[in-house]
């Protein structure tokens, strides 16, 4: 590519920032939609959750297969076929006229996204240079504010636009169109290693140094995502059924609210030392989700969006500060590989649950799910903190320093 083609390395960071964010925006675009798709299809809440299901499913093959991709073949290449099959799903839901569709796209998303996101994320950190911490802090807060953008985005497009089902498809494509086309002339900083075909073996690789503070970290991990499947899965439903909330916008208020304070955390907690801050997220795990339940047994929305924007200081304090973490020991070639795996963890507590809690609701009901989804993400929350305790005893006062 010529050199006067080529864009500055700060103009680039910024830019696969926003990719990042935009992409995870395109993920949570159809949860204020479907609602739509029930009202005109006549969809079942089984038939949602297994499109919900095919999205995770097929996300979670992509990040163990083509997730450390980018690490041989280099982020641009990597990235733009994720982003390539990314819109080609989103041109399948604005086609999309019956359930079939729709699990058709899913899957495409699922794809597309999961070989995409670790590269993003990895470029952003090679592109950082001196700017670790604003790096690792972006890494962070790019997926919350992802989810934020296109909860609450999709919900006013629903809510006030024409075409509620297709408008905000449209929007996302050309945006994503825009970002790869700038992409283009993004610097690449992976250089092509051999390994490739190895490397699309399905499997989780995590360097030693990693490993130890990936699992003491998995519960805060994975609690935050778990609390995000709980108000991204399930929050408009709630919020329509237990509290009699029908206003699409308001299904987007949902997850902007939990979102929205979980990005602001980690922006605000980025020079605090991340496994503080981790654990901190972890301890409101225990205070959000029991708001959640009182909230539920009184039908009080007030106190509902109140404990969602408790959990959102849980779920971005305990995401991006153990995330922080995670990736302060990862060696910068195995860094797609590294974020590959923490999706992983992620994204199997963001969507497992969720799907469990479609198939079980209509059996038992939309509150009772709620609540024990709750107790799950407390109980992680628990966890945590236990697990760091029990750390703190055992550590000689002699102990080397975490990464911040």
Avoid: K
Wanted: positive net charge.
């Amino acid at each position: 590519m010529p050199r006067t083609r080529r864009l500055p390395e700060r103009a680039a960071f910024w830019l696969v920032a926003a990719t990042l964010a935009l992409l995870v925006s395109a993920s949570s675009a159809p949860s204020p939609v479907f609602p739509v798709y029930q009202q005109e299809w006549g969809l079942s809440a089984t038939t949602v959750t297994v499109v919900f299901a095919v999205y995770a499913g097929t996300l979670l093959l992509a990040l163990l297969t083509v997730g450390s991709l980018s690490d041989h073949l280099g982020r641009r290449t990597v990235v733009l076929a994720g982003l390539a099959g990314v819109l080609v799903a989103l041109a399948g839901f604005l086609l999309a006229g019956s359930a079939a569709w729709l699990i058709a796209a899913r899957a495409l998303q699922g794809v597309g996204t999961g070989a995409a996101i670790g590269a993003l994320g990895a470029w952003l950190l090679d592109l950082g240079g001196a700017r670790t911490t604003l790096a690792q802090t972006l890494n962070g807060a790019a997926p919350p504010v992802g989810l934020m953008v296109g909860g609450l985005g999709a919900g006013l497009l629903v809510q006030y636009a024409p075409a509620p089902a297709r408008l905000v498809y449209a929007v996302l494509a050309v945006l994503l169109v825009a970002c790869a086309v700038l992409l283009l002339a993004a610097p690449e900083t992976s250089p092509r290693t051999p390994g490739v075909r190895a490397s699309l073996a399905p499997s989780v690789r995590v360097p030693a140094a990693t490993r130890p503070v990936l699992v003491a970290l998995a519960p805060a991990l994975t609690g935050s995502w778990a609390l995000g499947g709980l108000f991204l899965g399930l929050g408009p439903s709630v919020a329509a059924t237990v509290l009699g909330r029908t206003d699409h916008l308001v299904g987007g208020l949902v997850v902007a609210s939990l979102t929205g304070t979980g990005a602001l955390v980690g922006v605000l907690t980025r020079n605090l030392p991340a496994r503080r801050v981790a654990l901190a997220g972890s301890a409101a795990f225990l205070v959000g989700p029991a708001l959640l339940v009182v909230a539920l047994q009184s039908a009080s929305t007030p106190l509902f969006f109140t404990a969602s924007v408790v959990s959102g200081l849980g779920f971005g304090a305990a995401f991006q500060g153990g995330l922080r973490a995670v990736v302060a020991t990862a060696p910068a070639a195995e860094r797609a590989g590294v974020l590959s795996a923490v999706y992983v963890m992620c994204y199997l507590a963001f969507g497992v649950p969720s799907v469990v809690g479609g198939l079980l609701t209509p059996h038992v009901g939309l509150r009772a799910v709620a609540e024990g989804y709750a107790v799950l993400v407390a109980l992680l929350g628990a966890t945590a903190l236990l697990l760091a305790a029990r750390a703190a005893r055992r550590a000689p006062a002699t102990a080397v320093p975490v990464p911040r």
